[in-house]
């Protein structure tokens, strides 16, 4: 059974940094390009940053270049998003994605809130 599950997301004053997890299984996760996604109240699911399998290659959201990064430690079936220089515009849910078997495979997402 394939499943994504996210973690570190909270509260976090503007400037300030955090790092999200996501824990897979089910699949062989270094064979498999990860995505990270966020959705703010009212707005659409929006990419923010996509890592590859052996090159481990990155791309980000034009929203977020220089101040996240993604990466992945194939060892532990996790991929990390690392975010600093947080605004109050990065507040949403994220979410960990991989296409898997040709299926969309969505965790559950983690909030991230971003305020004084």
């Known amino acids: 059974q394939v499943q994504l599950v996210e973690s570190g997301g909270g509260l976090v004053q503007p400037g300030g940094s955090l790092r999200l997890s996501c824990a897979a299984s089910g699949f062989t996760f270094s064979s498999y390009a990860m995505n990270w996604y966020r959705q703010a109240p009212g707005k659409e699911r929006e990419l923010v940053a996509t890592i590859t399998t052996a090159s481990g290659s990155t791309n980000y959201g034009d929203s977020v270049k220089g101040r996240f990064t993604i990466s992945r430690d194939n060892a532990k079936n996790t991929v990390y998003l690392q975010m600093n220089s947080l605004k109050p515009e990065d507040t949403a849910m994220y979410y960990c994605?991989?296409?898997?078997?040709?299926?969309?495979?969505w965790g559950q997402g983690t909030q991230v809130t971003v305020s004084s």
């Open positions: 994605n991989a296409l898997v078997y040709f299926i969309n495979r």
